[in-house]
């Protein structure tokens, strides 16, 4: 029996149980996109996917929690046919699952496990979601006039060099050009391949070194002198997802209140 198309757009949104993909998330189902909500498969995760799916039911929107590992590559297309079964199409995915290096230090001390571990995670699992993605994009079409889109999260560091976390730069610098690769390949498509390059953002990852950045905010290395929120990023993602950006191809938003602007 065929999947009767819904009406109403869908995202699919990785790493959503948390700071920035639960706030994409939750942007997306108020500007009326359905969401599937991916984050890993331990309790914690599950616990909190499910809770983001009781905020955006309250909206008036639906939810899916999928819990997966997105390293795992086997687990991309059950990931996507879960988000067809229950609504018939994708219009949207945000790349947003990330992880950091497991220990800051010196670059001459980087362990193979935390390059792996981040090239793995930011930068390969995006790349084979985001074909895997493109490839339903492209076999279902436009519906209902509704912009396709793909939007990866990536940060700041995939231009600013930070030595105490290489393996990290490398991996978002990486995802940086997949983001060029794709939006190319499907720009005659008409569909929308962006990239979002975060700052200085208030999220659990960033808890380990407020004190730091806390700093680095307060003595003038952010010009707009606060922090990020999650809330910042997901403002620009839902626009990107709602095709605001027109007759752009691969366009990158850099979102860091102007820390990684030449200023002195």
């Given amino acids: 029996m065929a999947i009767p198309d819904s009406p109403r757009p869908v995202a699919i949104v990785t790493g959503a149980s948390r700071g920035i993909g639960r706030a994409c998330a939750l942007a997306l189902a108020g500007a009326g996109f359905d969401v599937l909500l991916n984050d890993a498969a331990g309790t914690e995760d599950r616990d909190l996917l499910d809770g983001v799916a009781q905020e955006i039911a309250a909206a008036g929107a639906s939810a899916l929690p999928f819990p997966a590992d997105v390293a795992d590559l086997r687990l991309h297309q059950p990931m996507i046919d879960a988000a067809r079964a229950r609504w018939g199409r ?90 060029k690769l794709f939006a190319l390949r499907l720009a005659p498509a008409g569909i929308g391949v962006y990239e979002i390059r975060p700052g200085i953002i208030e999220t659990r990852m960033t808890e380990p070194v407020k004190e730091r950045y806390d700093k680095l905010v307060g003595g003038g290395g952010v010009p707009m002198g606060r922090w990020g929120s999650a809330a910042d990023v997901a403002s620009t993602v839902r626009c990107m997802a709602e095709g605001r950006l027109p007759y752009t191809v691969g366009q990158a938003v850099t979102i860091d209140g102007g820390l990684t602007m030449p200023h002195f």
Avoid: W
């Fill in 90 to 179: 994708i219009d949207c995915l945000v790349n947003n699952a990330g992880v950091g290096a497991l220990q800051r230090g010196d670059l001459l001390e980087v362990t193979p496990e935390s390059f792996d571990r981040c090239l793995n995670i930011n930068t390969r699992a995006l790349f084979f979601l985001t074909q895997a993605v493109a490839r339903r994009l492209l076999a279902q079409g436009e519906l209902g006039g509704r912009h396709r889109s793909i939007v990866n999260i990536t940060s700041s560091n995939a231009h600013a060099v930070s030595i105490s976390r290489g393996e990290y730069c490398v991996s978002k610098c990486a995802s940086s050009m997949t983001t």
